[in-house]
T-cell receptor, first 115, second 112 residues
Framework: GALVYQYPRRTICKSGTSMRMECQAV??????VAWYRQSPQKTFELIAL?????????EQNFTQEKFPISHPNLSFSSMTVLNAYLEDRGLYLC???????????FGPGTRLLVL | QQKVQQSPESLIVPEGGMASLNCTSS?????YFWWYRQHSGKSPKMLM?????GEKEEGRFTVHLNKASLHTSLHIRDSQPSDSALYLC????????????FGQGTILKVYL
């Protein structure tokens, strides 16, 4: 079956520091990987969508300078939260799919707490 | 910008009862809807997806879609306490590839 792993599951960082999180797809080829954030009391916001061999598309209010993403192959993606502040806390989800018309499978998420 | 509206915000049903959740998109280019369930502290798990008019049933779950009104609904019959969770509706427009837009969710509580 299709599985998506995320690491770490929970992390705490000091305000102003950076945190890198990883996403691993197992059992299928993750042609596209979407990174979302669920802030407290909010729904999931798409940060960016990465498709292999295409440019990474960032949503409004999210930038590459703040959330650089790497998607080097069909099973792995990473995203860094640079210069994290209180408003960056939340659950960061990775959603991976084989193709543009396929179901997105989510990992367990990385919960980020900023002190 | 596309919006996905879910209603009600929260729903309480007795064990064995029927829970009905609604979702509407404002984007006429939307062609696919997903329903996800998220238990507290967990990541969302896909329940069902639908892209054709009509209904689709899997066990206790039934999904309806009206493409003309861009409205989908999820019905859970014989609700169980373990169904208590946040239910998220996600919509995707044809041209947007894997970009999903999520609604705010409906919190379902099933009591004994």
């Amino acid at each position: 079956g299709a599985l998506v792993y995320q690491y770490p599951r929970r992390t705490i960082c000091k305000s102003g520091t950076s945190m890198r999180m990883e996403c691993q797809a197992v059992g299928f080829q993750a042609t596209s990987v979407a990174w979302y954030r669920q802030s407290p009391q909010k729904t999931f916001e798409l940060i960016a969508l990465s498709t292999v061999n295409s440019a990474i598309k960032y949503e409004q209010n999210f930038t590459q300078e703040k959330f650089p993403i790497s998607h080097p192959n069909l099973s792995f993606s990473s995203m860094t939260v640079l210069n994290a502040y209180l408003e960056d806390r939340g659950l960061y989800l990775c959603g991976a799919a084989t193709g543009p018309q396929d179901t997105q499978y989510f990992g367990p998420g990385t919960r980020l707490l900023v002190l | 910008q596309q919006k996905v509206q879910q209603s009600p915000e929260s729903l309480i049903v007795p064990e064995g009862g029927m829970a009905s959740l609604n979702c509407t998109s404002s984007d006429r280019n939307v062609d696919y809807f997903w329903w996800y369930r998220q238990h507290s502290g967990k990541s969302p798990k896909m329940l069902m997806s639908i892209f054709s008019n009509g209904e689709k049933e899997e066990g206790r779950f039934t999904v309806h879609l009206n493409k003309a009104s861009l409205h989908t609904s999820l019905h859970i019959r014989d609700s169980q306490p373990s169904d208590s969770a946040l239910y998220l509706c996600a919509a995707r427009a044809t041209s947007s590839g894997q970009k999903l837009v999520f609604g705010q969710g409906t919190i379902l509580k099933v009591y004994l």
